[in-house]
Every structure is written in C-alpha cells, then in structure tokens.
C-alpha cells in the first residue's frame, strides 16, 4: 500500500440529510448508514496506522537496515544462524561478534515491543471507536474528534520520531564532516609527501638519464674498444700469418744461400789458384805504373810551363781587346758628334731658308702698302 503524508486530510463523511426525517427512511437504514460511516473511519484509521508503519519502515531505510522487521531480520540472518562454537572472522572476534548479535537482537527487541505497543494502542482506539459507533444514537462528531485528535497525537509522535532522526543525522553529518576534515589534512599532507616524493623521483630520474647516458656512452666505447682490439687481432693474425709466410720464404732462401756460399767457396777455392797468376801480372802493371807515372810527372811539367806561357798571352790579348773597346767608344761618340752637327745644320738651314721667303714675303707687303699709298696720294691730289 503507498504511504500517506502525515498532513492528509480525513475522507469526508457521508452526506447525511439535513432537518425533519423521510417517513420513507426508517431506522434500520440510518442504522446502517452509521455503520458505513463507522467503516469509514475504521478504514482510514488502519491507513494512518499502516502510514505509520510505513515512516517507522523508511527511517530503518535510512540508516541502511531493510524494510519492516522481516527486513530487520533478513538483515541479522548471516549472525543469527551462525552456531556458536563457529569459527573466527576476519577482523573480529568470537566474543565480540556473540555481542553485537546481542545488541541487534536487543535493539530489534526494543523496536518490536514499540510496534506492538502502537499497535495495541490503535487497537484498543478502534475498538473503542467501533463500541461507540454501534450505539443506538452515536455522536459522529465527537467521534470524528476523536479521530482527528488521534491523528494529531500520531502525527506529533511521527514528527518526533523524524526529529530524532533528523537529530541523529546532523549527529552523523557533524561526525562526518570532523573526519572530513582531518582527512583533508590527511589529504594535504599526502600532497605534501607526493610533491617531495616527485621532487626527488625528478632528481632519482635526472640521475637515472645520466647514467643511462654514461652506460651509453661505456657501451659504445666498450664496443668501440672491442672492435679496435678485434682489428688489431685480425691485424695480427694477418701479420703472423704474413711472417710465416715470409719465414718459409727466408727458409727457402737460407737453403738457396747455403748452396751458393758452397758454390762460392768452390769458386774461392779456384779464385785462389787464379790470384797467384794475377798477383804477378800486378806486379808487373805497377812497375809499368811507376814508369808512366814518372812520365805523367815529366808532362805535368811540360803542361805547367804551357799554361803560364798561355796565361800571359791571355792577359796580353785582354788589354789589346780593352784598347780596342776604347777605340770603339771614341769612334761610337765621333759618330754621335757628327750626326747632331749634321742635324743642326740642316736646322740652321731651314731655318735661313724660312726667313728668306719671311723677307721676300716683307719685300712684298711693303710694296703693296707703298702701292696703295701712291694710289691714295693720287686720289687727294685729283
């Protein structure tokens, strides 16, 4: 059934008519529109009753317990129908799991017993209601007070009861918002921790880069180190195996030296025997040595006197060919003389040459200007 507002009105008792009775109505039909009246509000007095209910219901919903005391006990089953010799849970104790189920239990008690009371208390005010309105003349007004006042009691219960709530909530908001704060600080401080925590992973991880670089940097010498010494390996292999070779040459020419220096010494052998006959031919080529060299010595004296003699017709034929240089000079200026005279003269001759015809050319203008002034006398004189 959906619940109702506690501020619901009453449904309106059934319209009874007004002033002097129809004779056609008789007393058992007002008789029986008092019981549907009566019905009525029995009616809704089972509905306020079960609104009730219903807010008791929601507050459980609130703090997180199901609907209705089945719910309470569904909620309770896991710790109820737990024997008791069970084992231990993970986090608590035997002992302080009997005595939680012992609070539940008591707590489920106490709300029952509240429930039963109200119930009780509805009852015996229905029962109450329902003598009245089974009186032969039953006062429906005071009857509908009664109900009214009983709904103002239930609502004045309920609003206490939602206040308790409201109260125990703002409690839990309160509590919440202390916890909220301390973990806001919890909070801030973990913010403090992570800003130096990744300080110094920067840090750790700068270090890290350097030496990753390092590493870097070592491999690649390490490669490049071990590909220098695999060169010079293969260097000197190749140079070992070069000398092998050259030793096996040395060996074969060793060997073919060893022969020759047999062959040489079979050779020195007979050289020896050929060295007597020459020594005598030396000897005698010396003594043809001396003997040319005395004539050598007789012609280098020859030569010597040769050569002063053709030294100073040397120096003679030098002086005769300086002298004649000189006369060479002095001709070569006679000439240089005798051509400039010979061009001045041409000069000097143009140049009597030139005043001549100036003369005749003077002779010529002054007897132009005497003709004209002959001519011009004659004209003054006519």
């Not at 199901?66 to 909620?75: E, I, K, N």
């Not at 119930?119 to 009245?132: G, I, T």
């Not at 429906?140 to 308790?164: G, H, I, P, Y």
């Not at 000097?348 to 006398?377: C, F, Y």
């Amino acid at each position: 059934m959906a619940a109702r507002s506690p501020s619901s009105p009453l449904p309106p008792p059934s319209a009874r008519p007004m002033g002097p009775r129809s004779p056609r109505i008789g007393r058992g039909a007002e008789v029986h529109t008092v019981r549907s009246e009566a019905s009525g509000l029995a009616s809704t007095v089972r509905e306020v009753v079960l609104d009730k209910n219903d807010i008791l219901w929601r507050g459980e919903e609130g703090s997180g317990a199901p609907r209705g005391p089945a719910g309470a006990a569904q909620a309770h089953a896991p710790l109820l129908s737990e024997p008791v010799g069970s084992r231990r849970l993970e986090g608590i104790s035997v002992e302080e799991a009997k005595m939680t189920r012992t609070q539940l239990l008591e707590e489920e008690l106490s709300c029952l017993k509240e429930e039963l009371a109200l119930c009780q208390a509805d009852k015996e005010f229905v029962w109450s209601l329902w003598k009245r309105l089974q009186e032969k003349n039953p006062d429906l007004t005071q009857a509908v007070s009664l109900v009214v006042e009983r709904e103002k009691q239930k609502s004045e219960a309920k609003d206490r009861k939602v206040l308790e709530i409201l109260q125990v909530k703002d409690a839990k908001i309160q509590e919440l918002e202390q916890k909220e704060s301390v973990l806001k600080e919890e909070i801030n401080d973990l913010l403090q921790q992570k800003i130096s925590v990744d300080e110094e992973y920067t840090f750790l991880r700068k270090e890290f880069n350097d030496l990753q670089k390092k590493f870097k940097d070592k491999s690649q010498e390490y490669k490049d180190t071990k590909e220098c010494v695999q060169n010079k390996e293969e260097q000197n292999r190749l140079v070992i195996k070069n000398l092998e070779e050259e030793n096996e040459k040395l060996s074969t020419r060793c060997t073919d030296l060893l022969n020759d220096l047999e062959k040489l010494r079979n050779q020195e052998a007979h050289w020896k025997k050929e060295k007597y006959g020459i020594d005598a031919k030396i000897k005698a080529f010396e003594e043809n040595l001396i003997e040319a060299k005395k004539e050598i010595e007789v012609s280098q004296s020859k030569y010597n006197a040769l050569s002063i003699q053709l030294n100073n017709k040397q120096t003679e034929l030098l002086q005769k060919d300086m002298d004649i240089t000189l006369v060479r000079k002095e001709l070569q200026e006679l000439q240089n003389l005798y051509k400039q005279n010979s061009a001045h003269t041409a000069q000097q001759a143009e140049l009597i040459q030139q005043l001549q015809v100036l003369n005749m050319d003077t002779q010529k203008v002054l007897k132009n200007q005497e003709d004209a002034h002959t001519a011009e006398s004659i004209s003054y004189q006519k």
